[in-house]
């Protein structure tokens, strides 16, 4: 079940209390980034070596997310491809922010409760 299919039955219970949604967890996002494995080991390999030495096509079908957060925090997320024919960028770019925003979710929940608690204490 998606995120928004969830919100959807939350919201068709009546349930009021605050909460995180899918809308809050893109409005967290400032911006997003991806590279390959492939693109990092080339990229290191060329600062620290002058050149690139590895060839390893595989490298090269395990996909990251970074999302950098409003406040500055990043967490990442990835894609690996067991067949390189199924190998299709924009789908490995999909997948990897699906589980990088994924881990958004445990962050704001946790700010979230936070305040709840803060909140309830005064």
């Known amino acids: 079940m998606s995120d928004q299919a969830i919100e959807q039955e939350i919201q068709a219970k009546g349930k009021t209390a605050p909460r995180i949604t899918p809308q ?3 409005q967290a996002i400032k911006s997003a980034h991806y590279f390959t494995a492939g693109d990092g080991v080339y990229s290191e390999e060329l600062h620290a070596h002058g050149q690139p030495i590895t060839n390893n096509d ?3 079908h395990l996909t990251f997310c970074v999302l950098i957060l409003q406040n500055g925090f990043t967490v990442t997320g990835e894609s690996a491809c067991a067949s390189p024919e199924n190998f299709d960028v924009a789908i490995g770019r999909k997948i990897a922010r699906q589980n990088a925003e994924q881990k958004i979710w445990a962050l704001e929940g946790y700010v979230l409760k936070c305040n709840i608690a803060a909140h309830n204490a005064l």
Request: a neutral charge.
């Open 58 to 60: 595989s490298l090269n």
């Open 24 to 26: 809050h967890i893109q």
